[in-house]
């Protein structure tokens, strides 16, 4: 693919961002992340209160990308085949059964959001982590693929009760895990509050160009981006530090306020994650119009590719939020480039 | 009645008979024995110029042996005019106080005498203070009482105005040194502008110098500085070169610094804020170098050289000083 259909796709990457902020305000960060994601073909979870925004931001990416749009809430009593299908009795008084959100748009199933999933059973967790890894579905004697889904799920980490903490194994599967906050804004929180545009989901979404992307095509395009954009030498031995570094901190002089360092970290990161790092970031390099990736391509990444992946002594999970932002920032501020 | 008052006189004739009986004068006493009373007195420096009014102060210093002992009554009394000859000789004792400390084997008196000048003339006049006479009583016998001689200091009684044509050197009194130009203002001139000079000529070393002997001069840029001197020009020189400025720069920063956190850099370290536009040019030189061969950086054909200046002048800023501008550091 030459240099200008990288320039033409990258273009209409930039156009969908512009799309979206225009509906979602105060949020480019996690929109950059979301178009990284997309186009390094990478799951997400979504960390974040309720009524924040999420669901609007990832109907506005689907209407912009094309596909399917699925959408299922986590329950503590959803099994893993309400996924799949669900029985009624029809007008004629028979049993009938119907596609399910995974089966329901068929192959052209681009998003899928998994609204709470820690308010479902670790059965529906099993499904879906295998859907996420294989993108595929073994059901009604049959299999069903869905080459062009990205599954985006949510989770509230204030709220304890009747939940399943999602195990690290699964966590691992999402390239990233990525923060919604109310944006601090106070014009911002003022036109969210005041303007009426803001109060029909709807009509808000309908204003996002629709199609800008054609999601069918983004697989094949991941793929030559992540082979366009070089990692030289340096770059990969920084890398490689930085996954030491998630391992054992404390060799690179990284400490965290109030924490036993050697106490802290059970598992750092995996190398799946740093392999999604890397993808995350070569895509980030060529958003920004690089050829090759740069630590701050890294740097841009990092944290929502590496955070949700650190396993740490259950003594410290309670306060995880906080001290692995601390931790990632100290190991990105200790080791060097080159 | 006239009973009564007889016998209070005579009550009052027998109890002051004891101390008149003890009225002694000084100097008929016996002079105390050699080695029982050292002296020591301070002095005033100047011993001329005094005239009517002045205060002059003497400070003596007198330890006493056992088993003599000063009888403290027989200290000067404020106010007695001294005289000389049976003559009054305009010298007053205008304050008196004493202090005491006593030992086993001797005591020690700290005696302060303030005398006031109540004389002049129209010349210059010899005058003294003192001599003063004290008692002394030996406490193993009460029969032998001696006395000590505190000597008298020779001054010169000046006149206040200068009466008639003087040749100076004809009345310059002995007492006096000669007379001597003040040179304290030239001495401090001289003394700060060598010290001008010598702050100067270690802020023009401090510039110029290459090795660490002051605070602040062995920074890391000063060391990257000279190592880049020495580094091959080619390219893996210049990965070498940016190497080292990378790590200077890490080091100043006490963390890793990357294009992106440049201005928290600046922020923490605002001496390198002259530096700012340059920072971001050896990052585009870093980047070309170090991660992306096709990108490229703005930093002239000879980026080793660029190098060089740049450290030079961020180690210039390391040291608290104003860097030079580009074009200065090249000598254009």
Same mark, same amino acid.
């Given at each position: 693919?030459?240099?200008?259909?990288?320039?033409?796709?990258?273009?209409?990457?930039?156009?969908?961002?512009?799309?979206?902020?225009?509906?979602?305000?105060?949020?480019?960060?996690?929109?950059?992340?979301?178009?990284?994601?997309?186009?390094?073909?990478?799951?997400?979870?979504?960390?974040?209160?309720?009524?924040?925004?999420?669901?609007?931001?990832?109907?506005?990416?689907?209407?912009?990308?094309?596909?399917?749009?699925?959408?299922?809430?986590?329950?503590?009593?959803?099994?893993?085949?309400?996924?799949?299908?669900?029985?009624?009795?029809?007008?004629?008084?028979?049993?009938?059964?119907?596609?399910?959100?995974?089966?329901?748009?068929?192959?052209?199933?681009?998003?899928?959001?998994?609204?709470?999933?820690?308010?479902?059973?670790?059965?529906?967790?099993?499904?879906?982590?295998?859907?996420?890894?294989?993108?595929?579905?073994?059901?009604?004697?049959?299999?069903?693929?869905?080459?062009?889904?990205?599954?985006?799920?949510?989770?509230?980490?204030?709220?304890?009760?009747?939940?399943?903490?999602?195990?690290?194994?699964?966590?691992?599967?999402?390239?990233?895990?990525?923060?919604?906050?109310?944006?601090?804004?106070?014009?911002?929180?003022?036109?969210?509050?005041?303007?009426?545009?803001?109060?029909?989901?709807?009509?808000?979404?309908?204003?996002?160009?629709?199609?800008?992307?054609?999601?069918?095509?983004?697989?094949?395009?991941?793929?030559?981006?992540?082979?366009?954009?070089?990692?030289?030498?340096?770059?990969?031995?920084?890398?490689?530090?930085?996954?030491?570094?998630?391992?054992?901190?404390?060799?690179?002089?990284?400490?965290?306020?109030?924490?036993?360092?050697?106490?802290?970290?059970?598992?750092?990161?995996?190398?799946?994650?740093?392999?999604?790092?890397?993808?995350?970031?070569?895509?980030?390099?060529?958003?920004?119009?690089?050829?090759?990736?740069?630590?701050?391509?890294?740097?841009?990444?990092?944290?929502?590719?590496?955070?949700?992946?650190?396993?740490?002594?259950?003594?410290?999970?309670?306060?995880?939020?906080?001290?692995?932002?601390?931790?990632?920032?100290?190991?990105?501020?200790?080791?060097?480039?080159? | 009645?006239?009973?009564?008052?007889?016998?209070?006189?005579?009550?009052?004739?027998?109890?002051?008979?004891?101390?008149?009986?003890?009225?002694?004068?000084?100097?008929?006493?016996?002079?105390?024995?050699?080695?029982?009373?050292?002296?020591?007195?301070?002095?005033?420096?100047?011993?001329?110029?005094?005239?009517?009014?002045?205060?002059?102060?003497?400070?003596?210093?007198?330890?006493?042996?056992?088993?003599?002992?000063?009888?403290?009554?027989?200290?000067?009394?404020?106010?007695?005019?001294?005289?000389?000859?049976?003559?009054?000789?305009?010298?007053?004792?205008?304050?008196?106080?004493?202090?005491?400390?006593?030992?086993?084997?001797?005591?020690?008196?700290?005696?302060?005498?303030?005398?006031?000048?109540?004389?002049?003339?129209?010349?210059?006049?010899?005058?003294?203070?003192?001599?003063?006479?004290?008692?002394?009583?030996?406490?193993?016998?009460?029969?032998?009482?001696?006395?000590?001689?505190?000597?008298? !200091?020779? #001054? *010169?009684?000046? &006149?206040?105005?200068?009466?008639?044509?003087?040749? @100076?050197?004809?009345?310059? %009194?002995?007492? /006096?040194?000669?007379?001597?130009?003040?040179?304290?203002?030239?001495?401090?001139?001289?003394?700060?502008?060598?010290?001008?000079?010598?702050?100067?000529?270690?802020?023009?070393?401090?510039?110029?110098?290459?090795?660490?002997?002051?605070?602040?001069?062995?920074?890391?840029?000063?060391?990257?500085?000279?190592?880049?001197?020495?580094?091959?020009?080619?390219?893996?020189?210049?990965?070498?070169?940016?190497?080292?400025?990378?790590?200077?720069?890490?080091?100043?920063?006490?963390?890793?610094?990357?294009?992106?956190?440049?201005? !928290?850099? #600046? *922020?923490?370290? &605002?001496?390198?804020?002259?530096?700012?536009?340059? @920072?971001?040019?050896?990052? %585009?030189?870093? /980047?070309?170098?170090?991660?992306?061969?096709?990108?490229?950086?703005?930093?002239?054909?000879?980026?080793?050289?660029?190098?060089?200046?740049?450290?030079?002048?961020?180690?210039?800023?390391?040291?608290?000083?104003?860097?030079?501008?580009?074009?200065?550091?090249?000598?254009?």
């Amino acid at each position: 693919m030459s240099d200008r259909q990288l320039a033409d796709w990258r273009n209409h990457a930039l156009n969908l961002e512009s799309e979206v902020n225009k509906v979602v305000v105060g949020q480019q960060t996690p929109i950059r992340l979301i178009t990284t994601s997309i186009f390094a073909r990478g799951h997400v979870l979504l960390e974040g209160d309720v009524g924040v925004g999420k669901t609007t931001l990832l109907r506005a990416f689907t209407r912009g990308i094309g596909g399917g749009y699925q959408r299922i809430e986590g329950t503590i009593d959803l099994m893993p085949n309400d996924l799949v299908y669900h029985t009624y009795l029809g007008e004629d008084g028979k049993p009938h059964v119907s596609a399910g959100p995974l089966l329901m748009s068929g192959e052209n199933l681009s998003v899928f959001f998994f609204n709470e999933i820690n308010r479902a059973r670790p059965q529906v967790h099993s499904l879906l982590l295998r859907v996420m890894a294989e993108r595929s579905l073994s059901a009604f004697n049959s299999e069903h693929y869905f080459p062009h889904m990205i599954v985006f799920a949510d989770r509230n980490q204030v709220e304890k009760e009747e939940t399943f903490e999602i195990p690290s194994a699964a966590r691992d599967r999402f390239m990233m895990e990525i923060p919604i906050v109310v944006p601090n804004d106070d014009a911002i929180m003022e036109a969210l509050v005041f303007d009426t545009k803001f109060h029909n989901v709807d009509a808000l979404v309908n204003t996002v160009q629709a199609d800008v992307l054609q999601f069918d095509q983004l697989n094949a395009f991941s793929g030559v981006v992540q082979s366009s954009v070089e990692a030289s030498e340096t770059l990969k031995k920084y890398a490689l530090n930085l996954w030491k570094a998630t391992k054992s901190p404390l060799d690179y002089g990284v400490k965290v306020s109030g924490v036993d360092m050697n106490r802290l970290v059970l598992s750092g990161a995996s190398p799946r994650g740093m392999s999604m790092m890397l993808r995350a970031a070569r895509v980030n390099a060529w958003l920004n119009e690089r050829t090759a990736v740069l630590p701050e391509d890294i740097h841009a990444v990092f944290h929502s590719t590496v955070a949700h992946r650190l396993v740490f002594s259950p003594v410290y999970e309670m306060r995880r939020t906080e001290i692995a932002r601390e931790m990632l920032a100290g190991i990105i501020n200790a080791v060097a480039a080159p | 009645m006239k009973k009564l008052i007889r016998l209070v006189y005579i009550a009052l004739l027998v109890n002051l008979a004891p101390q008149t009986a003890f009225a002694i004068d000084s100097q008929n006493l016996p002079d105390v024995p050699d080695g029982i009373v050292s002296i020591s007195t301070i002095d005033p420096v100047r011993l001329v110029g005094y005239t009517v009014g002045d205060i002059i102060e003497r400070e003596v210093t007198l330890t006493i042996k056992a088993p003599y002992k000063l009888i403290e009554t027989s200290l000067p009394i404020t106010g007695y005019e001294k005289r000389y000859k049976g003559q009054v000789i305009g010298i007053e004792l205008k304050s008196v106080s004493h202090t005491k400390k006593e030992n086993k084997n001797s005591s020690t008196f700290n005696i302060k005498l303030a005398y006031q000048i109540f004389t002049n003339n129209v010349v210059a006049k010899n005058a003294a203070l003192g001599p003063e006479y004290l008692n002394l009583i030996n406490t193993k016998n009460s029969q032998d009482l001696v006395k000590y001689r505190i000597p008298s !200091l020779d #001054i *010169a009684i000046s &006149p206040i105005a200068i009466f008639g044509q003087v040749k @100076i050197e004809n009345n310059m %009194s002995p007492l /006096r040194g000669p007379l001597l130009l003040s040179n304290v203002k030239e001495n401090k001139a001289l003394k700060i502008s060598i010290g001008f000079l010598a702050i100067s000529l270690l802020g023009l070393l401090y510039i110029l110098g290459q090795h660490a002997w002051l605070p602040r001069m062995g920074g890391t840029f000063a060391k990257t500085y000279r190592a880049l001197g020495k580094l091959p020009a080619t390219h893996e020189g210049l990965k070498q070169a940016v190497s080292k400025v990378h790590a200077s720069l890490n080091s100043s920063a006490n963390m890793s610094v990357f294009s992106n956190n440049v201005t !928290l850099f #600046i *922020a923490q370290k &605002p001496n390198f804020a002259p530096m700012a536009d340059e @920072i971001k040019l050896f990052f %585009s030189l870093s /980047r070309q170098v170090y991660f992306e061969p096709n990108s490229a950086h703005q930093v002239g054909n000879n980026p080793q050289q660029w190098l060089k200046s740049f450290a030079r002048r961020c180690r210039d800023c390391e040291r608290g000083l104003t860097p030079e501008t580009p074009n200065q550091a090249s000598g254009k």
